[in-house]
């Protein structure tokens, strides 16, 4: 998914600037204002027609907004993939590794393990900085022929 939208910003020329962090802020508030519609129309379906036409524009919404949201991040240049990987991982920690499932409170609210600990996403930033800057770093030492 990543890739697709990463492949279709090159083509367009989207270079990160604040312009365009701009046009795909707007771009995810309109696309999830269609997901909110759609779920309008799916809690208010009642024959499997509009069923069906509803699911179809919520499943429409739902890419399109995947899409504008990995458009943003990178755009942002923010560390998706790292930054997936750690709530991917920091989630799944949450499956009881003996029950296979996860486990709830008396409200039913999912249970964190013992020692669990929230995704780092200031330290992911900082990694991203560090690695701009000695990309910037090596670029400029290529162009001075060093
Ligand atoms: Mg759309």
Redesign the pocket.
């Given at each position: 998914m990543i890739l697709d939208v990463q492949i279709f910003m090159k083509a367009c020329g989207h270079e990160p600037s604040h312009k365009l962090i701009s046009l795909y802020h707007d771009l995810v508030r309109?696309?999830v204002g269609?997901l909110e519609e759609a779920m309008a129309a799916f809690n208010a379906s009642e024959t499997e027609a509009e069923e069906v036409a509803a699911k179809a524009e919520a499943l429409?919404?739902i890419?399109?907004?995947i899409w504008v949201l990995i458009g943003l991040a990178k755009t942002m240049d923010l560390p998706l993939e790292a930054g997936w990987d750690a709530v991917a991982s920091t989630n799944l920690k949450k499956i009881d590794p003996v029950l296979g499932t996860v486990r709830r409170d008396e409200n039913g609210k999912i249970m964190k393990p013992d020692r669990w600990v929230p995704p780092d996403m200031v330290r992911l930033i900082k990694e991203r900085n560090e690695q701009r800057k000695a990309n910037e770093l090596s670029s400029a030492q290529e162009a001075g022929g060093n």
């Open positions: 309109e696309e269609e429409d919404a890419c399109d907004s």
